[in-house]
């Protein structure tokens, strides 16, 4: 079974430009969720998606921030305009049922400089 | 809300030393609770979980963790780590009313050959 898929692995984008995140889920999950860790802090929930549907978007820091899941297949994460303080790990997970399981992907690594 | 510490932010122990690493979570209801590990460039991987039942919990590569209801805790142990375990863990909790994992801060392990 493939994992969950996030790319790039990393990118570096000057402030004020727009990037966006992909993270393909294991086929079948329809949970997705997002989490972001920014250096030496703890993985922050960001949102979570049943199929196409947002369920909860209650970590999301602000509205430059904006997740999409088209046909409840993969999920996008734009960050428009992006600023410093938006540098970090984002992780991707998905799960099948919700609750017990989760599978991660190895994450983006931005850098806003 | 529920949140989660991890007392123990770097720990360096010898190899064949025994391990265990705190971690505390507040919520007063029904928890799920996980531990995490992602070693050096790697994605993040569950060592085990907990959900009912026996409150000792064995994983994987060895690792073991108890729950106490009581004292909110859900503590990692190994009884002999190995220069491979050297990696960051985390613990983690869901409730039955939130599904997205709640992450402690991490600890980083480096154990010494």
């Known amino acids: 079974e493939a994992g969950v898929t996030q790319f790039p692995s990393h990118s570096v984008i000057e402030k004020g430009q727009t990037v966006t995140l992909r993270c393909d889920p294991i086929?079948?999950?329809?949970?997705l969720y997002w989490y972001r860790r920014v250096m030496g802090k703890e993985i922050k929930f960001l949102l979570h998606?049943?199929?196409?549907?947002?369920?909860?978007e209650s970590g999301m820091p602000n509205n430059r921030f904006l997740a999409e899941r088209t046909g409840g297949t993969y999920s996008t994460l734009k960050v428009q305009p992006a600023e410093l303080e938006d540098s970090g790990v984002y992780f991707c997970?998905?799960?099948?049922?919700?609750?017990?399981?989760?599978?991660f992907g190895s994450g983006t690594r931005l850098t806003v400089v | 809300a529920q949140s989660v510490s991890q007392h123990n932010h770097h720990v360096i122990l010898s190899e064949a030393a025994s391990l265990e690493l705190g971690c505390n979570y507040s919520?007063?209801?029904?928890?799920?609770l996980f531990w995490y590990v992602q070693y050096p460039g790697q994605h993040l991987q569950l060592l085990l979980k907990?959900?009912?039942?026996?409150?000792l919990v064995k994983g994987i590569k060895g690792f073991e963790a108890e729950f106490i209801k009581s004292k909110f805790s859900f503590n990692l142990r190994k009884p002999s780590v190995q220069w491979s375990d050297t990696a960051e863990y985390f613990c983690?909790?869901?409730?039955?009313?939130?599904?997205?994992?709640?992450f402690g801060s991490g600890t980083r392990l480096q154990v010494q050959p």
């Open positions: 998606f049943v199929k196409e549907s947002k369920q909860d």
């Open positions: 997970a998905s799960s099948q049922d919700g609750y017990y399981g989760y599978t």
């Open positions: 919520y007063g209801g029904t928890v799920n």
């Open positions: 983690a909790v869901t409730n039955t009313g939130r599904r997205a994992l709640t």
């Open positions: 907990y959900f009912s039942g026996d409150p």
């Open positions: 086929s079948g999950h329809d949970n």
